[in-house]
């Protein structure tokens, strides 16, 4: 294929994609699989990878992200961005509508818009592509953020039709829709989850609501990871100064046409009255849709009377926001239970009698600690109020007094573990309780054991839930060494019934000849799994991936990480104290050293492969430290090149210090300190030299 004839197809496959896009995300009616589209932006990736110099940046494979942005350029809005007056009642409402009467005096209309949860963005369009994003920011700057907005697949690169002006300004709501934000944070809790946080730390951690995930998806650095986010968006705003319409709801017709997604559910409407009727529909109906709306908002439709009303120094005078009030019920409060962790975390949880909240039946909701008990003065048999407002996760707000019975007992906290009946334990300054029973406590013992063979650690995914239930009950595993003594004939024929908890469905669990296989093979391919994920599977309570990462290339070794302190510890690159006093614990527990011991005879990777691979004696007997960001090395990759040839890396500048190795952004402390004491300061070239590295 030539230049010429990949044009052609190139031009031919980005039409076909961006229509079907268009069916997907904007018109919900898709004409193709999945699969079927995939294939033709395959084929349009591969063809703009043969022929570069045809790459376009409206090209449909553009989405898929890739730019890293590492400061978003601050730049001035065109129009300022002002935000709405708020209104929490339907009084307000009407003192809205009359002061506007005291301006019109004839007859108007209003355009009722549900009012998104996300993000304020204004898009600038000239010949008809897309060419910069800006955030709201103070309202008069804001951030460019066009390359993440970029891969949201219902903002249009390249507008449909012909009659749009040279260059125009839309506004709109970038937002995450439920199922994407449900995604997501499932994702990070069972990241957190691995990493050894415990109920508190990921509750705290976790977005709390789509607005919150979408904020910080759209301010991400890398735009391939804003693009696998989901989001989507509504245009609901025009402005150019080539072209004006007559009303605001012309204007919303007129952007469909050239593209873009516009909320469906807008209505125009010719009374105070309808506006209200609006607001009823939707405080109930708001519930069904895939995505949050916490209002409506109510403009004067005509552009003309629009600028007669004006704008006051924050808000345009033309529009409002109704808010509506955040959705609760009343439930009884059937029991609380308690959900021990891996890490022995201890979290009380509702039980509640099942009630419709926002489209969902809620059974349970956390009660997240001990103190929250207290705070809500529960009693049995107490109803409750139940909220889910701006946050996904249900709570309990408060106890309705009228249903309480006179005799009703209070709820205290349990002292003992409700699994192994180990008396619990509350460290000063915690608000967790925790089981400190590790090695005998069942749930922490299987999930320690389903942490290690996770995907992401040793990756034995012929070992699921369930399966490990059945070993640990059998008692063959006791310990994630205990998986490598693991015999064929002690594995064929065991079988379990096990219940699920929320629907109460009865499964069966058993291994035969060809689980039993895949699963010694599973085992046996983990040997091969890198020192890196060995020290995450592990589970050290805040050793996630990339600090296990990092680790690893500091001291590439599991016999010097065991051995070294908190301080030493702190000398990796964005080790603090707290996951330093972690990792020291748990290698002051005999039983971990045990474990280490066991899995090292069993043949698992207990070493880095290049870390301890001594190149030369160059730097031998000196004491240097790293300070700064380097062109040719990472952090982390540097001090295992000091370490390579044969130096020492510290992390404070001192006497003993042979020199100080300054990047870009060096520290101002090390650098005054070596002066001081007169220590030579090196640049990267410098020590590139040193080594042999010219």
Known sequence: MNATQAKHRIDELSQSIEEHNHRY??????????????????????????????LLPTSPSQRVGGTVTKQFKTVKHTYPMLSLGNTYS??????????????????????CELKFDGVAIGLTYRNGELVQALTRGDGVQ????????????????????????????????????????????????????????????????????PRNAAAGSVKMQDSSLVARRGLDAYIYFFQSEERSFESHFESLQKLKSWGFKVNEYSQLVDSLEEVINFLGQWDSKRHALSYDTDGVVVKVDSIKWQKELGFTAKSPRWAIAYKFKAASVST?????????????????????????????????????????????????GDHVFVEKGGEIIPKIT??????????????HYISKCPECGTPLVRTEGEVLHYCPNEMGCPPQIKGRIEHFIARRAMDINSLGEGKVELLFDHGLVHTPADLYHLKHDQLLGLTKEITDEETGKIRKVSFQEKSVDKILKGIKASLEIPFERVLY??????????????????????????????????????????????????????????????????????????????????????????????????RDEIKSVIEQHGGKVSGSVSAKTSFLLAGEEAGPSKLEKAKQLKVPVLSEQEFKNIIGQE
Do not use: W
């Not at 408060?398 to 709820?411: E, F, H, I, W």
């Open 90 to 111: 339907e009084s307000e409402l009407k003192e809205f509508d009359e002061r506007v009467r005291k301006v019109i005096t004839v007859d108007y209309k209003y355009v």
């Open 25 to 54: 995300y904007v018109l919900a009616h898709p004409s193709i699989s999945d699969a079927e589209f995939d294939r033709l932006l395959e084929e349009l990736i591969r063809l703009e990878k043969e022929f570069p110099e045809l």
């Open 537 to 634: 599977a592990i589970g050290i309570r805040y050793v996630g991936e990339t600090v296990a990462k990092k680790l690893a290339r500091h001291f590439g070794s599991m016999d010097r990480l065991m051995i070294a302190d908190a301080e030493q510890l702190m000398q990796a690159e964005e080790i603090g104290e707290k996951i330093a006093d972690s990792i020291v614990q748990y290698f002051q527990n005999q039983a971990n050293v045990a474990l280490i011991a066991d899995m090292k005879k069993s043949g698992v990777r207990m070493e880095s492969e290049v870390a301890n691979e001594q190149l030369s004696d160059r730097l031998s007997g000196k004491t240097i430290v790293v300070s700064g960001v380097f062109t040719y090395f990472g």
């Open 398 to 411: 408060a106890v309705d007094p009228s249903c309480r019975k006179k005799d009703a007992l209070p709820y």
């Open 142 to 209: 804001g951030d460019d953020v066009t390359a993440n907005i970029r891969t949201i697949p219902s903002i249009p690169l390249k507008l449909a039709g012909s009659d749009f002006p040279t260059e125009f300004e839309v506004r709109g709501e970038v937002f995450m829709p439920l199922s994407s934000f449900q995604r997501l944070n499932e994702a990070l809790k069972k990241q957190l989850e691995a990493d050894g946080y415990d109920e508190l730390e990921i509750a705290e951690k976790l977005f709390k609501n």
């Open 332 to 380: 009884p409060l059937l029991s609380i239970t308690y959900q021990v962790g891996r890490t022995g975390a201890v979290t009380p949880v509702a039980q509640l009698h099942p009630v419709q909240l926002a489209g969902t039946t809620v059974r349970r909701a956390t009660l997240h600690n001990a103190d929250q008990i207290i705070k809500l003065d529960l009693h049995e």
